[in-house]
């Protein structure tokens, strides 16, 4: 069955600290891959998408990810947070970039 | 521009009862898509319009959820006899025709069935 982990629900790290997302997924073939952030009393924003070609992608607010085949993970990376980037984050996965499959998203804390 | 926007943000309504949730996509896009997000989990998908016909309803739990979009544009989800477990946010989204292209999502409409 097709499928989406994030296996961490909360992570709480430092401002300034560097920050690694994790998501695995079990798909047939090498699906769509997204990132979304969604932060309180906002919708849902991408930060960055993968269907092909360097498996490094760089996205929005200084978020870059990862796709490795082998492990079929996409994480998620940032050098250093910001307070503001604390939020709730969604990976997504889909065999087009139409209809895509959440994980059940990592809620980001970002102490002082 | 405008983003997405949904009609009401939030309804309460009593189980058994019948509702239509809103969505006035971007201008312009011809692609729409309803999700659910249940509290504590990621968005769900439930259905995709390409232009006025559905394209992908695989997602929609049951046959009391039905969705239209008839003229391409303004879509409206509809739920026949609630139950308490449809409570949940009900978010939209519509993009570009092409699949790549990024999915913009609605503030959604928070439904409470009592």
């Known amino acids: 069955a097709q499928s989406v982990t994030q296996p961490d629900i909360h992570i709480t790290v430092s401002e300034g600290a560097s920050l690694e997302l994790r998501c695995n997924y079990s798909?047939?073939?090498?699906?769509?891959l997204f990132w979304y952030v969604q932060s309180p009393g906002q919708g849902l924003q991408l930060l960055l998408k993968?269907?092909?070609?360097?498996?490094l992608v760089q996205g929005i607010k200084g978020f870059e990810a990862e796709f490795k085949r082998s492990q079929s993970s996409f994480n998620l990376r940032k050098p250093s947070v910001h307070w503001s980037d604390a939020a709730e984050y969604f990976c997504?996965?889909?065999?087009?970039?139409?209809?895509?499959?959440f994980g059940k998203g990592t809620s980001l804390l970002v102490t002082p | 521009g405008a983003g997405v926007s949904q009609t009401p943000s939030n309804k309460v309504t009593e189980k058994g009862k019948y509702v239509e949730l809103r969505c006035d996509p971007i201008?312009?896009?011809?692609?729409l898509y309803w999700y659910r997000q249940s509290l504590g989990q990621g968005p769900e998908f439930l259905i995709y319009?390409?232009?006025?016909?559905?394209?992908?309803d695989s997602g929609l739990p049951n046959d009391r959820f039905f969705a239209v979009r008839p003229e391409g544009s303004v879509s409206t989800l509809k739920i026949q006899r609630t139950e308490r477990g449809d409570s949940a946010v009900y978010l939209c989204?519509?993009?570009?025709?092409?699949?790549?292209?990024?999915?913009?999502f609605g503030p959604g409409t928070r439904l409470t069935v009592l």
């Open positions: 989204a519509s993009s570009a025709t092409e699949p790549y292209n990024e999915q913009f």
């Open positions: 798909y047939g073939a090498t699906p769509y």
């Open positions: 993968y269907f092909s070609g360097d498996t």
């Open positions: 997504a996965v889909g065999p087009t970039g139409y209809a895509l499959n």
């Open positions: 201008s312009g896009h011809t692609a």
């Open positions: 319009f390409q232009g006025t016909g559905a394209a992908d």
